[in-house]
């Protein structure tokens, strides 16, 4: 019930059964030792509960069994205007592409997000396991817009969960969104490349940011 009202709130798209259980799980995706042991210890800081640990630091555990789960998150194949006129132009110099994976939703605002609904008795670990995928979504943007997004969420606007859902970040650092190219073969085929979500992942609020 909890999940149904999340949904409905933060209009996800239409989502995209991947296990026998449901939909998008970060279990799935914990296919090293190093990946489980990352997601058990997220685990058992968000069942320690705050008589263990203060709440910041609980967000700093949290936010950094998340993190190094994941560096890339869960990419969307979607890259700012920005970061794509850099990528083009580094490759007509032959350098490589240089880019910055951004956790759109943010890495803070998301251990907080965690750490309230499961406090609350909103989500158990399992509906922390499915919501882990749609709330770790990166984008590509240029090295400028990330430390500008870090920097508009460290300042007076004060963006909560919801804004980030919103992308009223994106909206206010003036980012617009393109599909990432695909790398072609000499024979004109894709090349088999990175795996993307965007199927299951794009919200509504992210595909009105995409200039076609």
Same mark, same amino acid.
């Given at each position: ?110 251990? @907080? ?17 499915? @919501? ?46 393109? @599909? ?33």
């Amino acid at each position: 019930m909890v999940r149904k009202k999340l949904l409905v709130r933060i209009q996800p798209p239409k989502k995209v059964i991947i296990s026998k259980i449901g939909y998008m799980n970060i279990k799935d995706f914990a296919t090293t030792q190093r990946k489980k042991d990352w997601l058990n210890s997220l685990k058992v800081f968000l069942e320690q509960g705050p008589n263990q640990h203060s709440h910041k630091q609980r967000k700093g555990f949290i936010g950094s069994c998340v993190y190094r789960f994941s560096h890339q998150g869960f990419p969307i194949k979607l890259m700012s205007e920005e970061a794509l006129k850099r990528r083009q132009d580094r490759e007509s110099k032959g350098l490589r592409p240089m880019w910055t994976s951004d956790h759109v939703y943010s890495i803070n605002r998301i251990s @907080e997000h965690l750490i309230k609904q499961f406090d609350g008795g909103n989500w158990n670990w399992d509906d922390v396991c499915k @919501e882990l995928p749609f709330l770790l979504t990166t984008i590509e943007v240029s090295p400028k817009e990330n430390n500008r997004l870090g920097v508009s969420q460290r300042g007076a606007q004060k963006y909560d969960i919801q804004d980030l859902f919103n992308m009223q970040h994106y909206k206010d650092c003036g980012i617009k969104l393109v @599909e990432i190219p695909d790398k072609l073969k000499k024979d004109g085929t894709p090349r088999r490349g990175a795996s993307y979500y965007d199927n299951e992942l794009r919200t509504t609020s992210i595909k009105n940011l995409i200039v076609f």
